[in-house]
C-alpha cells in the first residue's frame, strides 16, 4: 500500500528525464512464488553537473545493486518505499540490480502476474515499476534485450516483446528464450508471456514485402475460437496501410488471451495482450456485439503500433495523445467495416450514455488532465472517446485529406518520440495551414458545451436567422468557461424536405453555394443569416454529430417528425426520433410524478410504425430507431434524477408500443427468422428479429413469453440464445427460470459465456434483483479476482441497473459498498471502477444522497485503502 494520504501529480511539474537508458537487459528467472529479475541498464547522464539518477519502484526489495560491476555503498544510494536513489555515478555507467517477485501472490494484475496458470504482464500506466527499478515514465524510451527461463513442462512457450533471437534447454528440466525489441520503447510497452499455450498461426504480406508471422495465443481448449480474431487481425493491418499508410515493422505480431485482465487489451510492442473476451469467439459462444467489439478491439491495438508505439506520449497526461487518436481510427475502421450511420450511432449512443455524465460529476476532467493522484483511474471515457471526438473535430475542420496529410507529418515528424497533444494539433496546422489556436481549448476545458440555437424565417426579405448561443457549466476547479471553437454541420430543408442552397451574408457569387456547410461557431453568441430562403425551413443541426455538444432547437413534434422522414443525414434522422422519444419519455415521468397515468403519444406510435414498415431501409437503422433512448441518458436530462419514474415511464411505453403494435412487431419478427451470416447486414437483421421480440414480450403476456422459451430452445447461435433471454428477463416465471437454469447447466464452464449469465440476472428490473445479485456472489462460479466475473455482476448491477441500484431502502448501495471494500484489498483498479458508480450522489433526491454520500465516506474514512479508491471517493466528496 502506498503512503497514507497520497500525493498529486501536476501537469505543470513536468520535467525532462536527466538520465539516458541506452540499453537493457533483463533475465527473467520464473517461477510463480519466486521470480527473480536482473537488470542491466546502460546509462548516460543527459545534464551537466551531478544529477542522481531517480528510479521508481513499487512494492519491491533490492536483492543486489552494482555500478560498472562493483557493488555501490550504500551511503550514495537512498532506499525509500517507492524510490531509489543513486548519487555520484559517472556520466556513463552501468547499473546491474536484482529484485525477486511472487507473480502467483499479485491480485492486482499489474506488473508480473499469474492467470490460469500462465505468467502475463500488465505494465501500462506503471506496472513495470512493480517488476524492477527503473525510469518507469513514458519519455524514456529504451532498446530491450530480455532472456526468459523457465520450466520446460509447465512453461513450454517463452515470449517477449520484439523477436526471436535464441532458445535452449538448461538442465533440471528449465529451458530459456531471448527476445530482442529493436525499436525502442517506454517501459509501459514491455511485456512478457510464458505458460502453457497453443497457437493459431497465419501470415501477412506488407504493401513493402515484408511478411509478417501471426499468432494468436492461447490455452488449449480455446483453439477454435481464435479465426475470427485472426481475420480481423489482417483486415485492420490491411486497412491502416490503405487508409492511413501506416505499415507493420517486426516480423513477427503476437496476441495472447488471457482470462484475468483488468482493462480490454494492451498494445505492448510485438504482443499484445488481451482479455480473451476481445479474442475468443465461435457463433454458439459470442454473440454479433461480440464480433463487432472483438473486431474493433483486435484493431484498435494493432493501430496504436504507430499511434502509441512508434510515436507514444511524453507524460501520461498526454494519454488521449494515443489513446483518442487510436480509438477515432478503430471507430474509422468499423465504420469502414459496417454500415458508418450505425456505428455513429453506438458511438455516439456511448459517449452519451457514459461520457456526458463523467463531464458533468466530480471526477470530470479535461481531455489532457492537469493532475492525478493515481493514473490508472484517468483512463476515462473522456480521454477516450471525446478525445476521439476532439480528433474527429480536427478532421471535420481540415478536411478528409488535409488529415491524411497532418498525420503523415505528425507520424514523419515525430516517429521514435514521447510528444504531447501540442505537437499533435502543430502538425495538422503545419499540413494544412489551419488555424487551429482557438481549438486547443477542447483538451483543456472539462464539461459538456451547450449550444442553444434558435431560428428566425423572414419572408420579406427571404432570409433565415440560425442564432447559436454556447455556455459551458461549471466543472471542478473550472467555474469560468471560455468559448470553444465548435464545427457545426447543418442544412435547411424545406418544406417539401428537399435540402436548400446555403448562401451566407457575405458569400460571393460565384459558385453555387452548397446544401451542407460546417459554420464556425467560436463566440458565446453568433448568428449566420442565410439569403434566398422562400418559406420557412427545418434545420438539420449538428448533423453526423459534428461536435460533442448538448444542442437545444425548439422543434415541434412535428418538425421532427418531419426530420425522421426526410432529413438527408441518417444520423440526424435517427437523432430526430431519440428527441421526440425524449419530449413523450420526459412528459411522462412528469405524469408519474403527480400521480397521473402516462398514456402512449399518439405521434410517437405513428412514427414507431411507419418506421417498422420500412422494408426500404437498412434493418440496422430500423432497429436503431425503434430503441428508445436508455435510462442513463433520460436521467441526464433530469434536474433531480427520479430513477423510478424514468424506469416506469420507459417500460409502460415499451409495454404500450409492444401491445399497440403487436401484429407489426410479429410479422417483421417472423420475416427475419432466418437471417444467417456473418456480415453487417445479416447482423442488422437478428437486431431487429431480437428488438421486435422484446416488443412481443414487454407486456408480460403468455403467447409472447412461449415464443421467446421456443426461440431460446430452437436457437442456432448465441445471438439468437440472448436475444430470447433478454427478452424474458424482466418477467419472473417458469419460462425465464427454466431457461436460465438450462444456459447456467449448459455454459457452466465457459467463463466467457458464463459472464453473460450473470450480467443477464444483475441487469434485470424484475423485483428481488438485489437479493439475487447477493445470492450470486456466493455461487461457486462467482470470484472476487476475476475482473470480468465482477463486471458482470457488480458492475452491470451498479452501473446498469438505476432502480435497482438506487433503490430506496439503500440495499443496492450497502452491496456495492461492501463489495468495494473487500475488492480495494485484492485489486484496486477495479475497485475504483465500481467506486465511480456513486460519485454522482448529488444528482439524487435528498434521502438517496445521504446514503450514497454515507457510503463515500465510508470507503474514504477505510484505513490502508488504496490510492486508487481514495482518489475516486475523495473527489466524489469535494
Ligand atoms: N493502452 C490500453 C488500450 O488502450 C489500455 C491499458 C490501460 N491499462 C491500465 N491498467 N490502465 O487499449
Ligand atoms: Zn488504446
Known amino acids: 500500500m502506498k503512503d497514507a494520504t497520497p500525493r498529486a501529480i501536476r501537469l505543470e511539474d513536468y520535467a525532462p528525464p536527466q538520465w539516458r537508458v541506452d540499453t537493457v537487459h533483463l533475465d527473467f528467472d520464473l517461477d510463480p512464488e519466486r521470480t527473480r529479475v536482473r537488470s542491466r541498464m546502460e546509462l548516460t547522464r543527459l545534464v551537466d553537473g551531478s544529477a542522481p539518477l531517480v528510479l521508481n519502484g513499487q512494492d519491491l526489495g533490492l536483492e543486489g545493486l552494482q555500478v560498472d560491476g562493483r557493488d555501490w555503498p550504500e551511503d550514495r544510494r537512498s532506499l525509500e518505499p517507492e524510490r531509489l536513489v543513486l548519487h555520484d555515478l559517472p556520466a556513463t555507467c552501468v547499473v546491474e540490480l536484482e529484485t525477486v517477485l511472487e507473480p502467483r501472490a499479485n491480485t492486482a494484475l499489474e506488473g508480473l502476474y499469474v492467470s490460469g496458470g500462465n505468467f502475463c504482464t500488465q505494465c501500462e500506466a506503471e506496472g513495470f515499476r512493480r517488476i524492477t527499478w527503473f525510469p518507469d515514465r513514458p519519455d524514456v524510451l529504451t532498446v530491450y534485450t530480455v532472456r526468459l527461463e523457465a520450466d520446460r513442462a509447465t512453461c513450454p512457450v517463452l515470449l517477449s516483446n520484439g523477436n526471436p533471437v535464441e532458445t535452449g534447454d538448461l538442465p533440471g528440466g528449465r529451458h530459456y528464450a531471448v527476445w530482442h525489441d529493436p525499436f525502442p520503447k517506454p517501459s509501459y510497452l514491455f511485456a512478457l508471456v510464458a505458460g502453457d499455450l497453443v497457437c493459431q498461426q497465419d501470415r501477412f504480406t506488407t504493401r513493402s514485402g515484408r511478411e509478417v508471422d501471426l499468432r494468436i495465443y492461447v490455452q488449449r481448449h480455446n483453439l477454435d475460437r481464435c479465426d475470427h480474431a485472426m481475420v480481423s487481425l489482417k483486415k485492420a493491418m490491411r486497412w491502416d496501410e490503405e487508409t492511413f499508410g501506416r505499415e507493420y515493422d517486426l516480423d513477427i505480431y503476437m496476441i495472447v488471451a488471457v482470462d484475468d485482465f483488468n482493462m480490454g487489451a494492451m498494445e505492448n510492442k510485438g504482443l499484445n495482450v488481451f482479455n480473451s473476451k476481445y479474442v475468443l469467439a465461435r457463433p454458439e459462444t459470442a454473440t454479433d456485439d461480440d464480433f463487432v467489439a472483438i473486431e474493433g478491439v483486435i484493431a484498435h491495438e494493432y493501430f496504436h503500433n504507430w499511434s502509441g508505439n512508434r510515436v507514444t506520449c511524453r507524460d501520461w497526461f498526454q494519454l488521449s495523445l494515443k489513446e483518442g487518436l487510436t480509438v477515432f481510427r478503430d471507430q474509422e475502421f468499423t465504420a469502414d467495416q459496417s454500415l458508418r450511420a450505425v456505428k455513429r450511432i453506438h458511438d455516439v449512443q456511448h459517449l452519451r450514455s457514459l461520457q456526458f455524465p463523467e463531464d458533468a460529476g466530480p471526477m470530470a476532467h479535461p481531455v489532457r488532465p492537469r493532475s492525478y493522484i493515481e493514473i490508472n483511474n484517468f483512463y476515462t471515457m473522456t480521454v477516450y472517446e471525446k478525445g476521439a471526438e476532439v480528433v474527429r473535430m480536427i478532421q471535420t475542420l481540415v478536411g478528409r485529406e488535409g488529415f491524411r496529410r497532418g498525420l503523415d507529418l505528425y507520424f514523419q515528424r515525430h516517429d521514435g518520440q514521447a510528444v504531447t497533444t501540442e505537437d499533435f494539433v502543430r502538425a495538422m496546422e503545419d499540413a494544412t495551414g489551419r488555424d487551429l489556436g482557438p481549438f486547443r481549448l477542447w483538451y483543456e476545458q472539462a464539461g459538456t458545451p451547450r449550444l442553444e440555437v434558435d431560428g428566425h424565417h423572414d419572408a420579406a426579405t427571404a432570409t433565415y436567422r440560425l442564432t447559436v448561443r454556447q455556455s459551458c457549466p461549471p466543472t471542478p476547479d473550472q467555474p469560468e468557461k471560455r468559448p470553444m471553437h465548435i464545427p457545426l454541420r447543418m442544412a435547411l430543408l424545406d418544406p417539401s424536405g428537399r ?190 428479429r431480437d428488438l421486435c421480440l422484446a416488443y412481443l414480450c414487454a407486456p408480460g403476456e403468455k403467447e409472447a413469453l412461449a415464443l421467446a422459451r421456443s426461440r431460446y430452445e430452437q436457437a442456432q447461435d448465441m445471438t439468437g440464445t440472448m436475444g430470447a433471454l433478454r427478452a424474458l428477463m424482466d418477467h419472473p416465471g417458469p419460462e425465464r427460470d427454466e431457461a436460465l437454469a438450462d444456459f447456467e447447466a449448459r455454459w457452466r464452464q465457459d467463463p466467457l459465456v458464463l459472464d453473460k449469465w450473470f450480467a443477464l440476472q444483475a441487469a434485470s428490473g424484475a423485483p428481488g434483483t438485489r437479493e439475487r445479485v447477493e445470492a450470486l456472489m456466493a455461487h461457486p462460479g462467482f470470484s472476487l479476482r476475476n475482473p470480468n466475473r465482477v463486471r458482470a455482476l457488480l458492475g452491470t448491477f451498479a452501473m446498469g441497473n438505476p432502480v435497482h441500484f438506487h433503490a430506496a431502502d439503500g440495499e443496492g448501495y450497502r452491496l456495492v459498498t461492501e463489495a468495494i471494500l473487500e475488492l480495494d484489498a485484492l485489486n484496486p483498479q477495479v475497485a475504483a471502477r465500481l467506486a465511480t458508480s456513486l460519485v454522482r450522489w448529488r444528482r439524487f433526491d435528498a434521502a438517496r444522497q445521504e446514503r450514497m454520500r454515507a457510503a463515500l465516506e465510508r470507503i474514504v474514512a477505510r484505513p490502508g485503502g488504496s490510492p486508487d479508491v481514495y482518489e475516486v471517493a475523495s473527489r466524489a466528496l469535494a
Do not use: C
Open 499 to 688: 435540402p436548400l442552397p446555403l448562401r451566407l451574408h457575405g458569400d460571393g457569387d460565384g459558385e453555387a453555394p452548397p446544401v451542407e456547410r460546417v459554420l464556425d461557431v467560436t463566440e458565446a453568441e453568433q448568428t449566420f443569416v442565410f439569403q434566398g430562403v422562400e418559406a420557412p425551413p427545418v434545420p438539420s443541426l449538428l448533423r453526423g454529430f459534428s461536435a460533442p455538444v448538448k444542442l437545444q432547437f425548439p422543434y415541434t413534434h412535428e418538425d421532427l417528425a418531419f426530420l425522421m422522414a426526410h432529413d438527408g443525414d441518417d444520423f440526424n434522422r435517427w437523432e430526430a426520433g431519440q428527441q421526440l422519444a425524449v419530449k413523450v419519455l420526459l412528459a411522462q415521468v412528469r405524469a408519474l410524478q403527480a400521480g397521473e397515468e402516462p398514456r402512449l403519444d399518439p405521434a410517437l406510435e405513428a412514427a414507431f410504425a411507419r418506421v417498422l414498415e420500412d422494408e426500404a431501409l437498412d434493418a440496422a437503422l430500423v432497429a436503431e430507431a425503434l430503441t428508445l433512448p436508455g435510462e442513463g441518458y433520460l436521467a441526464e436530462q433530469m434536474e433531480v434524477v427520479d430513477v423510478d419514474a424514468i424506469h416506469r415511464a420507459r417500460r409502460f411505453t415499451r409495454q404500450a408500443l409492444g401491445r399497440a403494435l403487436a401484429g407489426r412487431w410479429r410479422a417483421r419478427h417472423d420475416a427475419l427468422a432466418d437471417s444467417r451470416g456473418g456480415d453487417a447486414v445479416a447482423m442488422g437483421r437478428r437486431r431487429l
